[in-house]
């Protein structure tokens, strides 16, 4: 089997191409890359390129992955994620949304530079572009994506098995350990309530603390910002969710109320 030829910009690199060409290892497995100042002509047929990235100035969603031709689009990174995710619509890793925000991130701080973005030192960004060569920067980027890949799929075996066993009732998630990405995952979900993993009793976790704070009324214990408490048993966890929905959705009713004491 051929190997996959990439070509992108010679000189310093960037983290948007480093990354797009890690995504593209991880894809298919083997790739070739060439580095030029110029996009070349009449090549050799074994050396024609599959993807240009980041140079040429065009961008047309199957060979090139340019953006620097138009500022209102996103950095290579983006564009060949979003081919790929395309490419494999049921490919959990492609579609994640951690790997989206992974790679709009570096994009983001890619086409706006790393001072308008706040970039912390210890960003992907940054650490790419202090590896020694460009070698050594896309072995960095093809061990993070292969981290996230193996976290993501980890979590959706862990999401999958956890559910098994899980009840819904109406807004309420009860589980036999913490689900992962709920809040992502099931968005008509306000509370999820689980067994303490710390000790006894069960802990109720709000989607948004500022609508639903939970109340410090017989809880063992609660965070300063009450997104979490923990009560003694399922009984009280689940009296407590229910009497703050009914309170909240008072609240709701009446305009001219401030706010809720609980």
Known sequence: MNKINVITHAGMWHADEVLACAMLQIFHGDI??????????????NEIPDYVIDIGGVYDGKINFDHHQDD???????????YLA?????????????LARFSKRVSDI?????????????????????????????????????????????????????MLTAKLEDTVLIALD????????????MFLITPNERGEGY???????????????????????????????IDLALA???MLKKRVDKYNQNPLTQHVNI
């Open 32 to 45: 070739q890359i060439m580095r030029v100042n110029e996009v070349p002509v009449n090549l050799p047929l």
């Open 110 to 162: 890619d086409c706006n530079g790393p001072e308008k973005m706040k970039e912390q030192p210890t960003e992907f960004n940054g650490m790419i572009r202090r590896a020694f060569n460009f070698e050594e920067a896309l072995d960095l980027a093809y061990t993070v994506i292969q981290q996230i890949q193996d976290s993501v799929h980890r979590i959706e075996d862990s999401f999958n098995k956890i």
């Open 86 to 98: 395309w490419q494999e619509p049921n490919n959990i890793f492609w579609n994640s949304e951690t």
């Open 203 to 233: 802990m109720v976790v709000s989607r948004d603390p500022e609508k639903y704070p939970l109340p410090k009324s017989g809880s063992t214990f609660i965070h300063a910002n009450r997104f979490c408490a923990v009560y003694p048993d």
């Open 240 to 242: 407590t969710v229910e």
């Open 72 to 82: 209102s689009m996103p950095a290579s990174c983006e564009l060949i994620r979003a």
């Open 178 to 189: 913490f689900v992962p990405e709920w809040r992502e995952r099931l968005p008509q979900i």
